[in-house]
């Protein structure tokens, strides 16, 4: 009796060998000040993975329900400060400043709209790395400089709902604004000029021909060329506006390569505040990850330009 009392015993007091402990959370999400709430349940989970199993799967599903998406549609009193306090925003285009994808645009001038498109949902999603993607599509198209300067017309880039004044907004507070994408300057620069956004405040890929238009190739040295390359362009520009104390940079995006432009507290740098935007589409990784998501940019302009913005979702 004594025997099978002690074996009773150390069943009981060992947890299952199939439970596996879930993963401490990132340092980002842990000290990032819109999360601390929630991943500090996280953190807890992590801890006490020596209880029962069936009482951590229950700590586990608290966690899930409260870091849910539609918890950061409505923004912290913190970030509605920083995005008043900012003087640097830093926009994706496509997706976000205009309605579409405009490589996906480009690929249909170049008659192969479907197959560019899988790879951009993909790139986008964070499912595949953006600069084999980039690399990929670009030898799908081979686009000539013709095709590329007349996408414009053959295919007009609409922007997305009140895009337009947010910028004038940002404009007339004083703000800089500056355009990072994956896409191609030179299909970028007239958006940017319907904007008054300077040229030299465009951070995009660069496409290079042969004498005859025909393509060569992309420039590989370009900010947006490679994985990370949203990050290092706004370190660029943050040190560009050193003399102004600590500026505050805001990351406005749709996209996975948005999403990890954010500053992850790892000495490497990057936005302090990234809203996330799905007026055009809603990308999964993007709407649980960013500190604010938004469906309409007029709430980013409520937010800048009232003291008590209405925060509802869109």
């Given at each position: 009796l004594r025997s099978r009392a002690k074996q009773n015993m150390q069943q009981t007091a060992t947890p299952s060998t199939a439970f596996a402990a879930p993963p401490v959370p990132c340092i980002r999400h842990v000290l990032h000040p819109t999360s601390r709430r929630r991943n500090l349940a996280a953190l807890l989970v992590a801890s006490f993975t020596s209880l029962h199993p069936a009482h951590v799967r229950g700590a586990q599903n608290s966690v899930a329900r409260d870091s849910a998406p539609q918890t950061n549609c409505i923004p912290s009193s913190d970030v509605k400060d920083r995005l008043r306090a900012a003087k640097v925003f830093c926009f994706d285009v496509d997706s976000t400043v205009i309605t579409s994808e405009g490589i996906d645009e480009l690929a249909a001038t170049c008659g192969v709209?479907?197959?560019?498109e899988k790879l951009t949902a993909q790139a986008m999603g964070g499912g595949l790395p953006f600069h084999e993607s980039l690399r990929a599509r670009l030898d799908i198209m081979r686009p000539t400089k013709q095709q590329v300067e007349?996408?414009?017309?053959?295919?007009?880039?609409?922007?997305?709902?009140?895009?337009?004044?947010?910028?004038?907004?940002?404009?007339?507070?004083?703000?800089?604004?500056?355009?990072?994408?994956?896409?191609?300057?030179?299909?970028?620069?007239?958006?940017?000029?319907?904007?008054?956004?300077?040229?030299?405040?465009?951070?995009?890929?660069?496409?290079?021909?042969?004498?005859?238009?025909?393509?060569?190739?992309?420039?590989?040295?370009?900010?947006?060329?490679?994985?990370?390359?949203?990050?290092?362009?706004?370190?660029?520009?943050?040190?560009?506006?050193?003399g102004d104390g600590d500026a505050t940079v805001v990351m406005v995006g749709d996209g996975a390569t948005d999403l990890e432009a954010r500053d992850c507290y790892d000495g490497q740098g990057g936005a302090d505040v990234m809203v996330g935007y799905g007026g055009n589409v809603v990308r999964g990784k993007v709407e649980a990850g960013a500190d604010w998501f938004v469906k309409d940019f007029q709430l980013l302009i409520r937010a800048l330009d009232s003291e008590e913005p209405e925060t509802r979702a869109a």
């Amino acid at each position: 009796l004594r025997s099978r009392a002690k074996q009773n015993m150390q069943q009981t007091a060992t947890p299952s060998t199939a439970f596996a402990a879930p993963p401490v959370p990132c340092i980002r999400h842990v000290l990032h000040p819109t999360s601390r709430r929630r991943n500090l349940a996280a953190l807890l989970v992590a801890s006490f993975t020596s209880l029962h199993p069936a009482h951590v799967r229950g700590a586990q599903n608290s966690v899930a329900r409260d870091s849910a998406p539609q918890t950061n549609c409505i923004p912290s009193s913190d970030v509605k400060d920083r995005l008043r306090a900012a003087k640097v925003f830093c926009f994706d285009v496509d997706s976000t400043v205009i309605t579409s994808e405009g490589i996906d645009e480009l690929a249909a001038t170049c008659g192969v709209k479907e197959e560019v498109e899988k790879l951009t949902a993909q790139a986008m999603g964070g499912g595949l790395p953006f600069h084999e993607s980039l690399r990929a599509r670009l030898d799908i198209m081979r686009p000539t400089k013709q095709q590329v300067e007349n996408v414009h017309v053959e295919r007009p880039f609409a922007f997305s709902p009140h895009v337009k004044e947010l910028v004038t907004l940002l404009h007339a507070r004083g703000a800089e604004v500056y355009l990072i994408s994956g896409g191609f300057k030179e299909m970028i620069l007239p958006l940017a000029t319907e904007l008054a956004i300077e040229a030299d405040q465009v951070y995009a890929n660069e496409l290079r021909f042969n004498a005859d238009g025909s393509f060569r190739s992309f420039n590989p040295q370009a900010w947006t060329a490679a994985a990370g390359g949203k990050k290092r362009a706004i370190e660029h520009i943050r040190t560009l506006h050193s003399g102004d104390g600590d500026a505050t940079v805001v990351m406005v995006g749709d996209g996975a390569t948005d999403l990890e432009a954010r500053d992850c507290y790892d000495g490497q740098g990057g936005a302090d505040v990234m809203v996330g935007y799905g007026g055009n589409v809603v990308r999964g990784k993007v709407e649980a990850g960013a500190d604010w998501f938004v469906k309409d940019f007029q709430l980013l302009i409520r937010a800048l330009d009232s003291e008590e913005p209405e925060t509802r979702a869109a």
